[in-house]
């Protein structure tokens, strides 16, 4: 039986979970909060592929372990019952004499999928599950994709005038967003496992594709997609410690399924338009991070370019939309709802 205070640990749980995000792949991100009486004892999180568990971390936070026996277990994602590259978490609950585990999401990797809470019962631990399952679920959509079809959730991020261009004039280097959004950005580059941006925007901007503000330990891997791989080989995309791919005429199903076997489990797309116009025509983005600039600039250059839908039955809707003020810029961001669609396998 979910308790009144499930929640509220539990979102204390997403929230160290979410720190995790673009460190993990190809893990999950995983947080969890041990707490007796409604007293919190110890919070932790999954901080690297390879490294202890979100549920391990958490003991090792406690300041004394033997106060661990009779607590509440609050985990994101259900305990894995494995041995993988460390042990597993059932036998680390049931050793600190944990009595209740309270779990948010259920793993849909079918090496674990529910074997973990069997366990933990049959040790005679009570388990509730589903506490902010939807959150819990949401903030592994990359790796539940991934775990699934073996390709990464892929979101496209554009930064666009109020009449949905994305070009300056050419010759032009300031930005169309403003400071606040740059910085949101990076921030959302921290998440991620790998950026992908066209040819001509390598041509055009030449970024550098790096996280620079915030906390920058974690770099994803850059990827660029070419017909005629005319690349300029001084490119600050080419520059720095962290790899560069170039995909060469491939298609995006090779591209996509590449970059999954490469473990990369959260894709960000940061345009041209016409790389979004290609994804969103064959129906491959996940999510949307739109920020809005209050500036017309006109011309030809659509965010989305490509052939769009052929009706309006056929337009995906954004769903799980968030809007947020950064100065006078403003973001939209939400996951995409595709209406059913044979081409659109996952
Ligand atoms: N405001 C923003 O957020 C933002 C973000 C990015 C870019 N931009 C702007 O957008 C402009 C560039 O956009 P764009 O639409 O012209 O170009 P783009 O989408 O960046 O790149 C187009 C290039 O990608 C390659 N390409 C296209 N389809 C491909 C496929 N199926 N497989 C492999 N390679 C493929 C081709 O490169 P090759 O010619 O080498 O074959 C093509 O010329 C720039 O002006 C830039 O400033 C703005």
New binding site residues.
Partial sequence: MIQSTDEGLMRLALREAAKGLGRTSPNPAVGAVLAKNGIILATGYHQKAGQPHAEIEVLKALSDYPSAKGSSLYVTLEPCSTYGRTPPCTLAIRDAGISRVIVGSIDPNPKHQGKGLAELRRDGIQVTTGVLDKECTRLNAGFNKWIISGRPWVIA????SLDGR???PIGESSR?SNSHSIRMVHRLRATVDAIL?????VR??DPELTVRYGPTDHQPLRVV???????PIDARVFVGEQDTII????S?SDVLDDLGRRSVTRLLV???????G?LFDNYLIDELWFFLTPRLVGGD?PTI?GVGVQELAGAPRLVDVRYLRLKDDLLIKGDLQWPKNPSRAF
């Fill in positions: 991020k554009a930064a666009q994305l070009t300056r169309l941006i066209g040819a001509e925007t055009k901007d997609v070419t017909k005629t791989g005319m690349l995909y060469k005429d491939r995006w940061e345009g041209g338009g016409q790389i979004l290609q250059k370019g």
